[in-house]
């Protein structure tokens, strides 16, 4: 199997304890705020960048043991997903290591703060009874962030260029699946080259993903027929995070924002572009529980009332 170029847990964490046997806690530590990097306060903290790679690899890893199956575009045929033990993760920690050296940035704490550019391959396929397990199709979520940047600084607003996305689908692929679905985030967010230029290949489609306000998340690409095979695996948003986000957003409509204000449902419901079950339970909370709204009929068209008092 082609892993993707980070080293093996076992050697990182070795080398990594020789790193941390010569530092102590604050020692030699050379990184800059972000007033003194130059960076305007518009970007994300390295703890931030680090807790939304681990929320995206938990969130996928959950949504492979709900979902169980998922189809393999050449057969058309489903195929069951693997436990999340036989799953393989990875990490740039030799990465993080080698750019501590080089910038004489030394400081054990940074080691575990930073983001690691994480990643998971979890496998789908068949079993025969005396074959085993033959996987047939991956879903690949990887991570990354601008390593240097956040050893450099604690805050990093720099965005992830199309040529670092385009080495990391090369490095996940593997001849011996017949196709990979593979979703790309970035903690800071891509940059423009990157969305009009999403990679596409035989054996393998491909979404880049990035974090929204509150629990949304943003999927660039994936309109291809064979990412649809996959598209809720990365649906990371869950039923009651999507009800509560609508009904926020319901709420603060500018039509609503006045005591007596109303708006048409259904015009509300195109513009916030929520699937109809979402919107139609967020309501029913706004309409049923608050008081503060109320669904009145005229001619025929619901609307969504404040209540004037």
């Not at 789908?124 to 050893?151: N, R």
């Amino acid at each position: 199997m082609n892993r993707p170029a980070w080293e093996d847990d076992k050697t990182v964490a070795e080398d990594l304890k020789n790193l941390e046997d010569g530092i102590q806690e604050g020692d030699g530590l050379r990184t800059m705020s972000s007033e003194q990097n130059g960076l305007d306060g518009t970007g994300i903290s390295r703890q931030e960048a680090r807790a939304r790679e681990e929320d995206f690899i938990s969130r996928l890893i959950l949504k492979a043991s709900e979902t169980g199956a998922i189809l393999n575009p050449v057969t058309s045929k489903e195929c069951v997903i693997r436990k999340e033990e036989d799953s393989e993760r990875w990490d740039s920690k030799r990465v993080v290591k080698d750019l501590m050296l080089k910038l004489d940035v030394l400081d054990r704490s940074l080691v575990k703060a930073m983001p690691l550019n994480q990643g998971v391959r979890i496998d789908a396929g068949s079993s025969g009874l005396f074959s085993g397990f033959k996987a047939q199709v991956s879903v690949v979520g990887q991570c990354l962030s601008p390593i240097e940047d956040f050893l450099k600084s604690d805050v990093s607003a720099r965005k992830t260029p199309f040529s670092e996305v385009d080495r990391a689908v090369k490095a996940i692929l593997d001849a011996k699946r017949d196709h990979h679905y593979v979703g790309i985030f970035s903690t800071t967010g891509f940059a423009g080259e990157c969305l009009g230029n999403i990679p596409a290949g035989k054996g393998f489609s491909c979404a880049l993903l990035e974090k929204g306000a509150g629990s949304e998340w943003t999927i660039h690409g994936g309109g291809s027929a064979e990412w649809r095979g996959a598209a809720g695996m990365f649906d990371f948003e869950t039923r009651p995070e999507k009800v509560m986000r609508c009904a926020a957003a319901l709420k603060s409509h500018p039509d609503l924002r006045l005591r007596g204000g109303h708006v048409q449902i259904e015009r509300a419901k195109t513009e916030l572009g929520f699937p109809a079950d979402v919107f139609e339970e967020a309501l029913a909370q706004i309409a049923g529980l608050s008081g503060e709204f109320v669904v009145r009929q005229f001619d025929g068209v619901k609307i969504l009332q404040k209540s004037r008092f």
